[in-house]
């Protein structure tokens, strides 16, 4: 099973959020709808969804790796339940 930490955004420097930001913004496979968007731009998405609570910073210690889901998968995966 994995060892799943949800980390707050404010435990990390403003350095490094806006560096995994920046890094899951521009991963292959990010959809942001029809229109292209500048990496500054999808930061400022991320940022705002992860502020208001509909995203959140996940870790996982097992393969020391993290992510941003939405809320509802976090929980889910949080409380030891697999994603269908």
């Known amino acids: 099973m994995a060892d799943l930490l949800e980390i707050p955004p404010a435990r990390l420097s403003a350095e490094a959020l806006a560096a ?13 709808g029809d229109r292209e968007l500048s990496i500054a731009a999808k930061v400022q998405q991320l940022r705002a969804q992860l502020d208001s609570g509909a995203l ?29």
């Not at 995994?20 to 942001?32: H, K, M, V």
Request: aromatic share 10%.
């Open 56 to 84: 959140a910073l996940l870790y996982d210690g097992d393969s020391e790796t993290w992510d941003l889901l939405p809320r509802d998968s976090a929980s889910v995966l949080l409380s030891g339940g697999v994603l269908s």
């Open 20 to 32: 995994l930001l920046e890094e899951f913004a521009s991963r292959d496979g990010t959809d942001y």
